[in-house]
């Protein structure tokens, strides 16, 4: 097989095929699998860069090509974002939907599961611990004893 790619492109592959390593190999070891088989791809795409001189691409640490520093704190800086924002929204959705099926009856209830849908005051629920949240972050979530 061949790939014809612009610089950019060929950059925006090399930052994907990162990504998906550190995401599979952050996993892999839970999983059962070897980590190593996902870096692999990478260290691939920073020998093609090496071949084809784009050496904003990469840098040789001790006979390792590893991904540029800059790109590589770009990536760290993205995916830390990336889990923030899905650290809320993860929290929010299970507060939300905890708070909504106290407040089910048997027949919402046998609706819902029939529709396989959530109906649509799940929301007032997201929205209030958007608005808390986004006002206090964390810190008035408290686990109060029974």
């Known amino acids: 097989m061949k790939l014809e ?14 990504v998906y390593s550190w995401i ?5 070891e839970e999983r059962g699998e070897d980590f190593q088989k996902y870096e692999k791809i990478s260290d691939y795409l920073l020998e093609k860069a090496k071949e084809a001189g784009l050496k904003e691409l990469y840098e ?11 790109i590589s704190k770009k990536l ?14 993860t929290l929010v959705t299970a507060l939300g939907k905890r708070d909504f099926w106290q407040t089910v009856t048997k027949e919402e209830e046998m609706k819902i599961k029939k529709e396989k849908w959530l109906p649509e005051r799940v929301h007032t629920f997201y929205d209030k611990y958007w608005d808390e949240v986004n006002q206090y972050g964390v810190d008035r979530l408290k686990i109060e004893k029974d």
Do not use: C, P, R
Request: net charge negative.
């Open 24 to 28: 599979f190999g952050g996993v892999a």
């Open 76 to 89: 760290e800086e993205t995916i830390h974002e990336y889990n923030e924002n899905e650290f809320w929204d």
């Open 5 to 18: 790619l612009t610089k950019e492109q060929f950059k925006e592959l090399v930052m994907a095929s990162e």
């Open 60 to 70: 040789d640490f001790e006979g390792t090509l590893i991904l540029n520093e800059k």
